[in-house]
T-cell receptor, first 111, second 114 residues
Framework: AQTVTQSQPEMSVQEAETVTLSCTYD???????LFWYKQPPSRQMILVIR??????QNATENRFSVNFQKAAKSFSLKISDSQLGDTAMYFC????????FGKGTRLHILP | KAGVTQTPRYLIKTRGQQVTLSCSPI?????VSWYQQTPGQGLQFLFE???????NKGNFPGRFSGRQFSNSRSEMNVSTLELGDSALYLC?????????????FGQGTRLTVV
């Protein structure tokens, strides 16, 4: 069965710092996608970054990057130069035939 | 292109009643998934529909059901509401392939059961 685990329920960092959110997962599939979604206080869930399991290169989107370790089934999100607008719930998700989410990490960016 | 639209945004129901929530996916998207979000349990997968057929189902009781219409719009129904059904219900649509490469979410329906 698919599982996604986010071990950090809540984190706080100062503006402009770098923060890393952890995620581990389990699947019996060899081909799958991994995602990080952001849910700001307004509630709309939006995609931050996506990683195809067959690609070794880590995905990067501007200030957001991932560290994908397939053998360890680890998929962490790094936010560089954090901004106040990054304050949100962050969900790690795994997709093989359906998308399953972790319980989320509440991230606070402090001024 | 319009996003995923969920109606209503807020709903208050009494225990024992039933409720129907609606989701209109992004044009061209054929897969619609439903999730229940609560503070304690996070996002839990309810079910997924593709071409009017339920493709996947999560671990929820039979009181939770859904359907999808030929225009890909989907409805979710909860019968005999319980207090524990109070949650944010999120709908997500995707352009279905064998694997969901990305899900686009609606703003959700906040259901409160009293």
């Amino acid at each position: 069965a698919q599982t996604v685990t986010q071990s950090q329920p809540e984190m706080s960092v100062q503006e402009a710092e770098t923060v890393t959110l952890s995620c581990t997962y389990d699947t019996s599939e060899n081909n799958y996608y991994l995602f990080w979604y952001k849910q700001p206080p307004s509630r709309q869930m939006i995609l931050v970054i996506r990683q195809e399991a067959y690609k070794q290169q880590n995905a990067t989107e501007n200030r957001f990057s991932v560290n994908f370790q397939k053998a360890a089934k680890s998929f962490s999100l790094k936010i560089s130069d954090s901004q106040l607008g990054d304050t949100a719930m962050y969900f790690c998700a795994l997709s093989d035939d359906k998308i399953i989410f972790g319980k989320g990490t509440r991230l606070h960016i402090l001024p | 292109k319009a996003g995923v639209t969920q109606t209503p945004r807020y709903l208050i129901k009494t225990r024992g009643q039933q409720v129907t929530l609606s989701c209109s996916p992004i044009s061209g998207h054929r897969s619609v998934s439903w999730y229940q979000q609560t503070p304690g349990q996070g996002l839990q997968f309810l079910f997924e529909y593709f071409s009017e057929t339920q493709r996947n189902k999560g671990n929820f009781p039979g009181r939770f059901s859904g359907r999808q219409f030929s225009n890909s719009r989907s409805e979710m129904n909860v019968s005999t509401l319980e207090l524990g059904d109070s949650a944010l219900y999120l709908c997500a649509s995707s352009f279905f392939s064998e694997m969901n490469t990305e899900a686009f979410f609606g703003q959700g329906t906040r259901l409160t059961v009293v």
